[in-house]
């Protein structure tokens, strides 16, 4: 996550929403497409488990 969406992320996490923080770039998931589909997986882990 980059530096811009800082603040809306602090917001999330405030009112207790999962929040992954994962420094990549905006084309991650054209140029690592596996990495990224992993943390969808664990992010849908997260709240489906919550």
Request: glycine share 4%.
């Amino acid at each position: 996550m980059s530096e811009p969406y800082d603040t809306a992320a602090d917001h999330a996490e405030r009112l207790g929403w999962f929040v992954h923080r994962e420094n990549a770039h905006h084309l991650a998931m054209l140029t690592d497409p596996e990495q990224m589909a992993d943390l969808i997986m664990i992010g849908l882990a997260e709240i489906t488990l919550a």
